[in-house]
C-alpha cells in the first residue's frame, strides 16, 4: 500500500508565494512520474506540473515562468514552489505518482489565493 501525503497549501494574497510537498510512504520500489493537479470550483482537475524520475518537467502554460517543480527521490518526495499567485491559481491542489506501475494520488491540499 502506497500513500501521498500532501503539505504546504493556505491563504496568501496575490503576489505572494506557497511550496507545496508530497511525501510517499508504503512498500515503494520505483516511483516514475510525480506532478501536481488542480481543481477549481465548478472545473474539472488540470495538470499545472509533472516531473520525471530523471527531472524531465512540463508544466501548463499559465504557470510556466511562476511554478517551480521538483523532486528528492531519495525522500520519495515531490515540491512545488509558487510564486506571483495568482487569484485563478484558487484551487485544491491534488499531488500525484505513478509508483510501483499503479498511479496514486493524494488528498489534496487547498490553496486560496486573495486579490
Known amino acids: 500500500q502506497v500513500q501521498l501525503v500532501e503539505s504546504g497549501g493556505g491563504l496568501v494574497q496575490a503576489g505572494g508565494s506557497l511550496r507545496l510537498s508530497c511525501a510517499a510512504s508504503?512498500?515503494?520500489?520505483?516511483?516514475?512520474?510525480m506532478g501536481w493537479y488542480r481543481q477549481a470550483p465548478g472545473k474539472q482537475r488540470e495538470l499545472v506540473a509533472t516531473?520525471?524520475?530523471?527531472?524531465?518537467?512540463n508544466y501548463r502554460d499559465s504557470v510556466k515562468g511562476r511554478f517551480t517543480i521538483s523532486r528528492d527521490n531519495a525522500k520519495n518526495t515531490v515540491y512545488m514552489q509558487m510564486n506571483s499567485l495568482k487569484s485563478e491559481d484558487t484551487a485544491v491542489y491534488y499531488c500525484?505518482?505513478?509508483?510501483?506501475?499503479?498511479?496514486?494520488w493524494g488528498q489534496g491540499t487547498q490553496v486560496t489565493v486573495s486579490s
Open positions: 500525484y505518482a505513478f509508483v510501483n506501475g499503479m498511479e496514486y
Open positions: 508504503g512498500t515503494i520500489f520505483r516511483i516514475n512520474v
Open positions: 516531473i520525471t524520475r530523471g527531472g524531465l518537467t
